[in-house]
Every structure is written in structure tokens, then in C-alpha cells.
């Protein structure tokens, strides 16, 4: 059987140990733990646009609000005098800019750790203010900080699973509740964005083929 010999020829290579994950969750069945090993892949290649379009879009947005809240194109000086572990991951970027050698904007070298962590409590008092100007169509009803940082944090571990060849398929329900959060999320920025997205995602065919091997 081929999915049979694909699943020996990727334990072989990859290790038992990164294989039963998926073999366990298809109650032993190398066959199906084969094809969702597969699966996997093409899940993880599926949340490519959307993974790009919310963390560009994101940067982007939230740097345009806080140079004009602080008057200032270097307004993450600003932030790196008051919170010192904001200073560090600053300084870390600005030794990857020089490093690269290249002209490009500081801003692109900050991590998606540290975009989503200025939404954390700790900094509302001085930023929930400017950053949810980062969000010019959000309801009113639903411009609360939680509304941000909740899902942004999922979507920051998410990111990280894909980026480190981890399973992203074992909560599936939860992965296209994400997906469908951070859609949401970019309409809130310019929902032309999520028009665009449209024409280049296929990341609900992949996840209803998906979820058909694990049913």
C-alpha cells in the first residue's frame, strides 16, 4: 500500500518520535497517520497568506499610530527609555539591521513577539490608547483590549508551530476558529485586505480535507 510505505519511509527518516504524535491520533493506523503527516504540511502552507497579510498588515498599522502618538518616526525609543524589556528586544534588532546591512526600516526586524506583546496589560495605561487606532473599523461594541491580545497570542503560537514543522492539525475546530478570528481581525484594519487574501487562500479546502482523515 503506498500511504502504508510512506508512513515507514517517514519514520525511517524523520524518528518515531516525531511520527506517533500523528500515529496515536489515527488509533494506529499508519495508512491515515501518513496522509494527515502529509496533511499537515499542506495545512501549514494553506495559513501562509493569512500568516503574512495579519503580521505585515499588524507592523505596519501599529507603527504608523505610535510614531504619530509619541511625534516621533523612532517611537520605539520612546518606549525603550520606560520598559527596559522592550529596550532589549529594540537593541536586538537594531544589531540584526546591522548585521544585514541594509537600509531597511528598523521596524521589520522587530519579532511578532514583540508586535503582540505591546497589547499585553502591563502597557495599557500608555499604549491601548494609540494601538487600537491600529484598528479603524472595529465595532465599537468590541474595542477591548482582550479582543486584540487574546487571539493575537494564538495566532503568535500558531505562527510559531508552522515556522518549527510542529502539528497544527490535532485541534482543528480551534485552528479555523483562528483563522476565522484573524479574517476578522484584518477586516477591522481595511477589509479590503481580506478581499485580496481571498484570491490566493485555500486554507478551508486543505482544513475540510484534513478534517475528513481524523473523522
Request: contains cysteine; positive net charge.
Amino acid at each position: 500500500n503506498y500511504m502504508e510505505n510512506t508512513y515507514m519511509i517517514l519514520n525511517k527518516t524523520f524518528s518515531n518520535s516525531r511520527m506517533n504524535p500523528y500515529l496515536r491520533r489515527c488509533s494506529g493506523c499508519e495508512e491515515r497517520a501518513a496522509a494527515l503527516y502529509q496533511h499537515n504540511i499542506s495545512l501549514s502552507r494553506s495559513l501562509y497568506p493569512i500568516l503574512n497579510y495579519v503580521e505585515v498588515a499588524l507592523r505596519n498599522t501599529i507603527s504608523e499610530c505610535l510614531k504619530k502618538h509619541f511625534r516621533n518616526e523612532d517611537w520605539y525609543i520612546s518606549l525603550a527609555n520606560k520598559y527596559p524589556e522592550l529596550g532589549d528586544a529594540i537593541s536586538k534588532a537594531e544589531e540584526k539591521k546591522r548585521k544585514q546591512r541594509k537600509a531597511q526600516d528598523i521596524v521589520a526586524h522587530f519579532t511578532l513577539s514583540f508586535w503582540v506583546g505591546l497589547f499585553n496589560g502591563k502597557y495599557a495605561h500608555d499604549l491601548w490608547k494609540p494601538l487600537r487606532l491600529a484598528f479603524p473599523k472595529m465595532p465599537k461594541d468590541k474595542k477591548k483590549r482582550a479582543n486584540i491580545s487574546n487571539p493575537l497570542n494564538r495566532f503568535r503560537q500558531v505562527r510559531n508551530r508552522v515556522s518549527h514543522h510542529e502539528p497544527i492539525c490535532f485541534d482543528l475546530d480551534g485552528l479555523k476558529n483562528l483563522y476565522d478570528e484573524m479574517k476578522e481581525l484584518l477586516s477591522w484594519i481595511d477589509p479590503e485586505l481580506v478581499i485580496l487574501l481571498k484570491q490566493i487562500d485555500n486554507f478551508e479546502v486543505v482544513y475540510n480535507e484534513t478534517k475528513a482523515i481524523i473523522s
